[in-house]
């Protein structure tokens, strides 16, 4: 009113408001006259660091989203990661660990220059996969030269179900006895399967624990249904053992099943203890050249008092051979094998076993790893 403007600043608040003016943009133009100002407000907080340590790599993509439509109808689902080393050394992988057996990675090369790219593949079997929405992990580590390690992540959205296989791993824990067979269901939701049944034409076990049959077909609900046979041969030596269950079919879609097996529990005498590295081995197939492939070298840390009579390695034809037994303690002796390919396994099939065979005294001792097979 009476022409003066409301906000008209006082002689006195104008000043302050040009010293605080000064004051500010002296402070962002000196950094350092900054930070001992707020230094000197609070005297006990910690001094500002800026770390230099990075992970050498960085990957173009951590998380590979689902599609909106659902995928088309493929035993195998097969996504990559694209990485660039921009650390000064070499970078090298030394392990892949997923979180779901349906998962088979491979990676381009194990060691990565300073400034080189790879790929990490990622196939995911679909099989006994439910439908809709489903997320997977991969843990990646590696030494950069520090230990480091980074999680990916897929998510697929997945149609619905076709093949189903119940229970999707075949676990027996505690007592095992021979007198009752465990069965798995072999479920085809496929339309028209009922008309033309997928039929079993093999069935083979990786193991002399147990032994695996077909035990027939039937059809209800329009679902045809495909039976296994699993019995369990005693004893069962100490220790927790891993298998695997191939199931040959006349279906072009799905040659090959691979049924999980895990019996026992990881209970073993405290003077007896027992150590593998890598606790699951790997084997990179040359489909063109077999001669070619590449298998995993793996170290069993197992009693001293054990005598190792034999290794094998299923499918057939996989071949361990021992590169080195010496002793690591009083107690302990390392055997090193190496894994490789003596032919081409059997169509699609992605799962195996390495089998230690040992005796303690009279006693049948085993130490089983598993085996993924990759084809490239």
């Given at each position: ?5 409301k906000?008209t600043a006082?002689p006195?608040a104008a000043t ?6 000064i004051r500010?943009v002296?402070?962002l ?6 930070s ?9 907080a910690?001094?500002?660091k ?13 998380m ?17 990661f694209?990485?660039?080393n ?6 090298r992988?030394?392990?892949?660990v997923?979180?779901?057996?349906c998962?088979?990675?491979?990676i381009?090369?194990?060691e ?5 790219f ?6 995911i ?6 439908a809709?929405?489903n997320?997977y ?5 590696y ?13 697929v959205n ?6 189903v ?6 676990m027996?824990m505690?007592?095992?006895?021979s007198?009752h067979?465990y ?24 193991s ?5 049959e077909?035990?027939?077909h039937?059809?209800?609900d329009?679902?045809s249904k ?9 004893p069962?030596p100490a220790g ?11 279906d ?7 049924i ?10 405290a ?5 593998i590295s ?7 197939i ?6 070619k ?8 840390d ?9 290794f ?9 051979r ?7 303690t ?12 003596s ?13 230690l ?6 006693d ?5 790893v ?7």
């Amino acid at each position: 009113m009476n022409g003066v403007s409301k906000n008209t600043a006082t002689p006195a608040a104008a000043t302050t408001s040009r010293r605080w003016s000064i004051r500010t943009v002296i402070l962002l133009l000196t950094p350092g006259l900054a930070s001992a100002v707020f230094a000197m407000r609070d005297s006990a907080a910690p001094a500002l660091k800026l770390s230099k340590d990075r992970p050498a790599l960085v990957f173009g993509a951590y998380m590979i989203p689902a599609d909106r439509e659902p995928l088309r109808d493929e035993p195998i689902v097969s996504r990559d990661f694209d990485f660039l080393n921009k650390g000064r050394e070499t970078v090298r992988i030394t392990d892949l660990v997923p979180d779901c057996a349906c998962l088979s990675p491979t990676i381009s090369s194990r060691e990565i220059p300073p400034g080189d790219f790879g790929r990490i593949t990622l196939p995911i079997r679909t099989a006994n996969e439910p439908a809709g929405l489903n997320e997977y992990l991969l843990t990646v580590k590696y030494e950069d030269p520090k230990p480091r390690q980074v999680t990916l992540t897929l998510k697929v959205n997945l149609p619905e179900k076709q093949l189903v296989i119940q229970p999707r791993v075949l676990m027996v824990m505690g007592k095992v006895t021979s007198e009752h067979p465990y069965v798995v269901t072999i479920s085809d939701y496929r339309p028209g399967s009922f008309r033309t049944p997928m039929k079993i034409t093999g069935v083979v076990g990786s193991s002399s624990l147990f032994t695996a049959e077909s035990a027939g077909h039937s059809t209800s609900d329009g679902v045809s249904k495909s039976a296994v046979s699993v019995t369990f041969n005693e004893p069962i030596p100490a220790g927790q053992h891993k298998g695997v269950i191939l199931v040959s079919t006349d279906d072009p879609l799905f040659p090959t099943l691979q049924i999980p097996v895990v019996v026992g529990d990881q209970k073993r005498p405290a003077d007896e203890p027992v150590r593998i590295s890598p606790d699951a081995a790997r084997v990179v197939i040359s489909t063109a050249e077999p001669e070619k492939s590449l298998g995993t070298t793996v170290s069993f840390d197992i009693p001293a008092k054990w005598t190792v009579t034999h290794f094998d390695a299923f499918p057939p034809a996989l071949a361990a051979r021992v590169l080195t037994t010496k002793p690591v303690t009083a107690e302990t002796v390392r055997v090193t094998v190496e894994l490789a390919v003596s032919a081409l396994p059997a169509q699609a099939v992605e799962r195996g076993v390495l089998t230690l065979h040992a005796t303690d005294g009279s006693d049948p001792e085993m130490v089983t790893v598993p085996v993924s097979l990759t084809w490239k």
